[in-house]
């Protein structure tokens, strides 16, 4: 009966919007994928459009039904992941500009977006006690921040202000008309006390947004689910058309970006107690869930059922990750002519260096020798954990004079490291609190390669796998799709059914004490930089 059915999962990323169809199996049968812009402004503000997104939107799921040829009624049911932006919409619900200098069309403040870092530091200052459960500090990459950043420097937007939606609920809410929030976003990003189903007044009045305390929270949520419950009556006429899909098709609650990329993951090996995903990006998410709230300073969380329900979610990263990469190399004298090899051979920088490096040496793990002297702490926007300091910056040593193309590989190589310190960093503060994982679960663009895949698990000292879809976060939107179809009864349920094993990299033996030295190495770089700037 469920032979020919499909879910779709939706994906708004940084630079791109992706659509994927499911079989009930997990299979994916075709992605499509989108650009979209990024507005860069002065004063580190990063901006975009959610009309242009949702456009994407519209034409990749086109696109992905004609390629497959499924026909709409086959669609079962579909999700929305997005980024952690701050979408900002009027009583009619068009754009309204997010700077005073910006288009109006250009409403949406971007995760990386660091405006509000002034914000974020006088809430900190507050020590409000809703902070406990965002690791101690609130980041500038967060809602509540961003509003007061609008209240304070661009009023009128402000006022006139119908909705402040996170881009997963305004996509859902676009779709369904449905305003409800999911506990992921709101809990994750806006400091919804999940446990206790509420928001904190006192904490809005305390930092200078008592006005939406007054309003009774109508502007930012007043009525949450969890990720895979089913909004209003599905898609409306009108989205239903734009998405070329029947009215009526059933719409999950979504979730943040990462946070699917979770879901499409952990299942594997055991399941998510014993697994933490890291969604390796543009940015990096690590997610770990409990049984029980663990309170990690400097790791954001314990959120409750902000993942997967009724669990207790934990959540690190990285604020440059991918970005942090492209960034090293794109400093390399060599990068331009390496840059055009890359597009000869059909694949981007990172991938060409990934390819060099494998050529060079008999293993994955014996790479690390290429970068033998060089370190690189690729904290180019911070550190979001475990020290949650927006302040934090990169740091680069033991460069030489050399500019050729070896250079640029073995600098690379050094900069993959410095991420996988840096996640195991997390995964050290999480360790000390009482956390423990067997595994680490790897999804996201940044993480495909078998190079990169092995210096993780060498650089953490944990095995690390891979599962069988090459779209993971696609998969965990579309696998709140199911559940919000009735397909499978619950999420738990879902991801067993969804998700599968690929393959798994264990940890080198080899060169486990060189990597205990250079993480060594690693941290007295941090505590130097850290001493700099002080």
């Known amino acids: 009966m469920n032979k020919d059915k499909a879910v779709i999962g939706i994906d708004v990323g940084s630079g791109s919007v992706r659509a994927g169809i499911f ?229 999950a609650t979504g979730i943040i970006d990462a946070h699917a990329g979770g879901i499409g993951t952990v299942g594997v090996a055991g399941g998510a107690l014993n697994n933490l995903a890291y969604v390796f990006g543009t940015s990096s998410c690590t997610m770990t869930s409990t049984q029980k709230a663990v309170v990690v300073p400097g790791v ?32 390399h004298p060599m990068a331009a002519e390496a840059t055009e090899k890359a597009t000869k051979a059909g694949v981007s920088l990172p991938v060409f260096l990934a390819n060099l490096a494998l050529e060079r040496v008999v293993t994955a793990s014996a790479a690390v020798e290429l970068a033998t002297g060089i370190y690189v702490v690729p904290e180019f926007m911070g550190n979001r954990a475990p020290f949650a300091d927006p302040h934090a910056r990169a740091i680069i040593a033991g460069l030489g004079m050399e500019r050729d193309l070896d250079s640029l590989v073995a600098l690379y190589i050094a900069g993959l490291c410095g991420i996988g310190y840096g996640l195991r960093q997390i995964i050290d503060a999480q360790h000390a609190q009482g956390i423990k994982v067997e595994n680490i679960v790897i999804s996201g663009g940044a993480g495909r390669h078998p190079l990169v895949r092995q210096i993780l698990a060498d650089t953490c000292e944990l095995p690390l796998i891979s599962t069988t879809c090459s779209e993971p976060v696609l998969l965990g939107s579309a696998i709140l799709g199911a559940v919000a179809a009735g397909i499978a009864p619950s999420v738990v349920s879902a991801m067993k059914q969804f998700t599968h094993k690929e393959q798994v990299y264990l940890v080198s033996e080899t060169y486990r004490q060189t990597h205990q030295r250079n993480y060594q190495n690693y941290q007295r770089l941090q505590q130097t930089a850290r001493m700099i700037q002080e």
């Open 300 to 331: 954001w969380g314990p959120y409750y059922s902000a993942m997967i329900p009724d669990y207790w979610l934990n959540e690190g990263g990285q604020s440059s990750a991918g970005a942090g990469i492209e960034q090293l190399v794109l400093m």
């Open 23 to 251: 079989d009930l199996n997990g299979k994916l049968l075709t992605s499509t994928v989108q650009e979209i812009n990024l507005f860069r402004r002065s004063g580190n503000r990063v901006e975009q459009s959610s009309t242009e997104i949702w456009q994407a939107i519209c034409h990749c799921v086109r696109q992905s039904l004609e390629i497959t040829g499924t026909p709409p009624e086959n669609v079962v049911g579909l999700g929305f992941d997005a980024t952690c932006s701050l979408v900002v919409v009027d009583e009619n619900g068009c754009p309204l500009a997010t700077s005073t200098d910006g288009d109006v069309e250009q409403n949406i403040i971007v995760w990386m977006d660091h405006r509000a870092t002034k914000q974020a530091e006088r809430i900190n200052a507050t020590q409000h006690s809703v902070l406990q459960y965002v690791g101690g500090q609130i980041s500038p990459e967060m809602e509540t921040p961003k509003i007061l950043w609008l209240k304070e420097n661009h009023y009128e937007t402000y006022q006139r202000a119908w909705q402040f939606f996170d881009l997963a609920d305004y996509l859902t809410w676009r779709a369904t008309g449905d305003l409800v929030r999911s506990i992921c976003t709101v809990t994750c990003k806006w400091t919804w006390l999940a446990h206790e189903k509420r928001w904190d007044a006192d904490y809005f009045r305390t930092i200078g947004l008592g006005d939406l305390v007054d309003e009774g929270f109508k502007r930012i949520g007043q009525k949450m689910a969890l990720p895979g419950t089913p909004c209003g009556d599905g898609l409306t006429e009108k989205a239903a058309q734009e998405l070329g899909l029947l009215a009526g098709t059933p719409v």
